[in-house]
């Protein structure tokens, strides 16, 4: 079956630090890749996403590579500012499991000033 | 961007009555929703597949009695949470589908005395 591995957090750096959130998959067929980000007090949101090997996905600074030798999907963000915190979800989807969303189990990122 | 809206944000009921949450896709059609519920500090768990017009699909494990999932019409699914329990008590997240993507609402905290 599907299933995400990330890393436990919670992460706690300095603004203008370097990020990196380390998620692997385990899938059936070739899963799309995604990772959401929930804000406090947010519903969560789609923040990248990457459909086949060597895919990079990227928004807001934050890129992630869709790795299918190492299947990993690692997030990273080269300075984060406070506006950052949040928990971040790696994700996958594939034909397997009828498309639906198999999350990891959150890393929570808190940037201090 | 599209956006889902959950009602109510937070509930808090007594042991034995039932809660009935709203999710609602504001400015597209879906004729597929999902439930997940989040436990704190864990992932979301997917508990089922909301789609119009017919039955819902529920996760394994999941009481499809205890949580009647109504799908009435392309903007509105809802999820009834019968007789409920202190153990019900969790962020209860829906989750709209539009083409490839999924739109997530912002949670509703049930809390059963």
């Known amino acids: 079956g599907n299933s995400v591995t990330q890393m436990e957090g919670p992460v706690t750096l300095s603004e203008e630090a370097f990020l990196t959130i380390n998620c692997t998959y385990t899938?059936?067929?070739?899963?799309?890749l995604f990772w959401y980000v929930q804000y406090p007090g947010e519903g969560l949101q789609l923040l990248l996403k990457a459909t086949k090997a060597d895919d990079k996905g990227s928004n807001k600074g934050f890129e992630a590579t869709y790795r299918k030798e190492t299947t990993s999907f690692h997030l990273e963000k080269g300075s984060v500012q406070v506006s950052d915190s949040a928990v971040y979800f790696c994700?996958?989807?594939?034909?397997?499991?009828?498309?639906?969303?198999?999350f990891g189990a959150g890393t929570t990122v808190t940037v201090r000033a | 961007g599209a956006v889902v809206s959950q009602h109510p944000s937070w509930v808090i009921c007594k042991s034995g009555t039932s809660v009935k949450i709203e999710c609602r896709s504001l400015d597209f059609q879906a004729t597929t929703m999902f439930w997940y519920r989040q436990f704190p500090k864990q992932s979301l768990m997917l508990m089922a597949t909301s789609n119009e017009g017919s039955k819902a699909t529920y996760e394994q494990g999941v009481e499809k009695d205890k949580f009647l999932i109504n799908h009435a019409s392309l903007t509105l699914s809802t999820l009834t949470v019968t007789s409920a329990h202190p153990e019900d008590s969790s962020f209860y997240i829906c989750s709209a589908r539009r083409l490839d993507l999924r739109y997530f609402g912002p949670g509703t905290r049930l809390t059963v005395l």
């Open positions: 899938a059936t067929g070739y899963p799309s």
């Open positions: 994700a996958l989807s594939d034909y397997s499991n009828d498309y639906k969303l198999s």
